[in-house]
């Protein structure tokens, strides 16, 4: 069964640091691309990155390039994303989300880890 | 980049209502189009992928058409369990931009 359980969320303060986690099982995990989506409360979806499955390539939202950085450990069939500088708007539950082998779609999403970015 | 502009940002409707949302590209994106819905609390399904093709699994009342900057998802009969928020979402080339929802309602 295809499982994917983020962690790493919680509360820091404008300007500081997390580290999420995405632990993937049941398949895999260095065939599949990666991406991590999130959604401020109350708000809709908004795309932030995506990995390849080599990890040789990776894409940023403009909002976040240059402070998110995505990267994965496909011997520990984890995916990471590293969030500096962060800012209240950066505020939302983060998911991780598999890319279809293949295709160009999310078949698979995590359950979330919200994110709150407060002092 | 490419915006992605859903319509309606709501809708009211009956079980048993036929349901169609819009998604429009601020060009082209061939057949790089995706729906999902998403309940309260959850993570997002998906419903169709490139544009047409229905999800293993995914009732048959759900259809996806379109193609270049214009598509639609239609709900041919509203169930119960359909109440929800739908996006659309480009995808191929990043960044892979979502509308900005739909919310269905019970009326």
């Known amino acids: 069964e295809v499982q994917l359980v983020e962690s790493g969320g919680g509360l820091v303060q404008p300007g500081g640091s997390l580290r999420l986690s995405c632990a993937a099982s049941?398949?895999?995990?260095?065939?599949?691309?990666m991406h991590w989506v999130r959604q401020a409360p109350g708000k809709g979806l908004v795309w932030v990155s995506r990995i390849i499955g080599d990890g040789t390539t990776t894409d940023y939202a403009d909002s976040v390039k240059g402070r998110f950085t995505i990267s994965r450990d496909n011997a520990k069939n984890t995916l990471f994303l590293q969030m500096n500088s962060l800012r209240p708007e950066d505020t939302a539950v983060y998911y991780c989300?598999?890319?279809?082998?293949?295709?160009?779609?999310?078949?698979?999403w995590g359950q979330g880890t919200p994110v709150t970015v407060s002092s | 980049d490419i915006q992605m502009t859903q319509s309606p940002s709501s809708l009211s409707a009956s079980v048993g209502d036929r349901v169609t949302i819009t998604c429009r590209a601020s060009?082209?994106?061939?057949?790089?189009l995706n729906w999902y819905q998403q309940k309260p609390g959850k993570a997002p399904k998906v419903l169709i992928y490139s544009a047409s093709s229905l999800e293993s699994g995914v009732p048959s009342r759900f259809r996806g058409s379109g193609s270049g900057t214009d598509f639609t998802l239609t709900i041919s009969s509203l169930q119960p369990e359909d109440f929800a928020t739908y996006y659309c979402q480009k995808t191929y080339t990043p960044p892979w931009t979502f509308g900005q929802g739909t919310k269905v309602e019970i009326k």
């Open positions: 049941g398949f895999t995990f260095s065939s599949f691309w």
């Open positions: 060009q082209s994106i061939s057949t790089n």
């Open positions: 989300a598999r890319v279809k082998h293949g295709w160009y779609y999310f078949d698979y």
